[in-house]
């Protein structure tokens, strides 16, 4: 085997991929002897990147090799992983499928992974998510393909129907261990804090069971000692959510008033949602339809132009770093790892380590199929992800997931036919589009709104 393994990222300008992933590469005693290969469209954006990572390097005096290209395919050759990490402006695609869906009743507050805004970034990313598989099982055919592309659970589905001889599973940083199993044992109580490392003795006496579709999580199952700490857990949420109303609430959509939104899916499922700022999106309780009013309150739609300003600040920000306008010492004191290589970490050096992936059940959900795709603890090495043995999914609960991954089935078969009577029927399915007339009116505005950046055979009237 080789010392290090070679690492291709697509979509190195990443908002939130790409400077983690330069730590964890240079820091890394498993990875600092491999190859880290940045892929972005844009020239400036790939030399920005190139540059902060020389920097680092240099600074940790690591052996990393580091190329870069703007065309994936010169760098793919004889890759170990390949990670997804690329968006095409993406607030801009968000902010347009959040306004022409709330034109017609359907309110998203993230609009990238359920609702029709998670349909239409599936059709938009999916075909080339299934080029680059292409690539990779010409250039690099035993690497492993890491989807790190929202909706990831969508896009990995489409991976595992329509390119299934290409190794790949999909990943979310939501439930990022260890920082989820510290973050859980200060809420409940056990400890005084979220800091690293957990203590051995604690973490061995800790059970969490988290299961569901991405962004649609659950913690069905948290222990301490074999003592139940659901109880500490809603406490927490309960107070969480009082302080939600002490000062003025959030004006961002994802944010804002999210305990208050868990404390109303706790009372109805017995069980916490883990990603709440998508979760409140999932579920129909919160779009304000009916007559009885809303609690907390009806979600606000997803504040595109915001995103815009924030990645535009974030990336300033990552320009300093490269060019040597901010401090090196900073960028390695405030670091860690990303999820993508934590993962690739452990796989190829061995080590043994549990994370939550994305990827086929096989049993480990016994009341859902095999083929299901769930985010679920996962033991892996360089064979893959194994998910672990967990509770069923409870009534309610395994309802809702099964709609979520129809219709994360439906949009993928869409993405790949351009079939728009299967477009339709996943829209319809979607459990916050609650009208047929709507359902349609959405599908043709979109895809007349989006038409530059699909697939022509969308609009081939001998598709339908």
Known sequence: MKQGPKVVVIGAGSYFFGKPVIYNMVNSPVLRNGTLALVDLREDVLS???????????????????????????????ADF??????????????????????????????????????????????EILRIADDVRELCPRAWLINFVNPTATLGIGL????????????????HSPYVRAYFLQQTGVTDSDALPIDPEIDKKFELQIAGVNHCTWVL??????????????????????VEYETRPLEKAKPRLNMNYALELMDLYGAFPTAISHTKEYVPFFQ??????????????????????????????????????????????????????DIIESMWGGLGKRFYINTANRGAVPNLPDDAFLEL?????????????????????????????????????????????????ALATDPIVNNLGDAKNIMNELLAAEKAHLPEKWFDPSVR
């Open 82 to 127: 390949v990670v997804l990490s690329f968006s095409f402006r993406n607030a801009y695609y968000r902010e347009l499928d959040t306004r022409i869906s709330k034109k017609y009743g359907t309110t998203m507050c993230s609009s990238d992974t359920i609702g029709p805004g998670g349909i239409f970034r599936a059709l938009r990313e999916l075909p």
């Open 221 to 242: 199952k948290i222990a301490y000692d074999k003592r139940d700490l659901m109880p500490n857990l809603y406490d927490f949420v309960k107070k969480s959510a009082a």
């Open 160 to 175: 595992m129907r329509y390119a299934p001889d290409v190794k790949s599973f999909a990943l979310c940083d939501g439930n």
């Open 288 to 341: 304000g339809y009916g007559v009885t009013p809303t609690t907390p309150e009806p979600i606000t739609c997803f504040d595109g132009y915001n995103r815009a300003d924030e990645m535009r600040d974030a990336w300033l920000e990552t320009e300093k770093l490269a060019n040597g306008e901010s401090s090196i010492e900073e960028f390695f004191r405030n670091g860690r790892g990303d999820h993508a290589t």
């Open 48 to 78: 920005t990147m190139l540059k902060l990572a020389e920097r680092a390097k240099k600074h940790v005096s690591a052996p990393l090799q580091i190329i870069g290209s703007t065309d994936r395919r010169e760098v793919m050759k004889d």
């Open 377 to 425: 603890s996962c033991d892996l090495d360089m064979n893959g992800p194994r998910p672990r043995p967990c509770l069923k999914m409870p009534r309610g609960l395994f309802g809702l997931t099964c709609q979520v991954l129809d219709t994360h089935e439906l949009t993928a078969e869409a993405a790949v036919t351009c079939d728009r009577n299967i477009l339709y029927r």
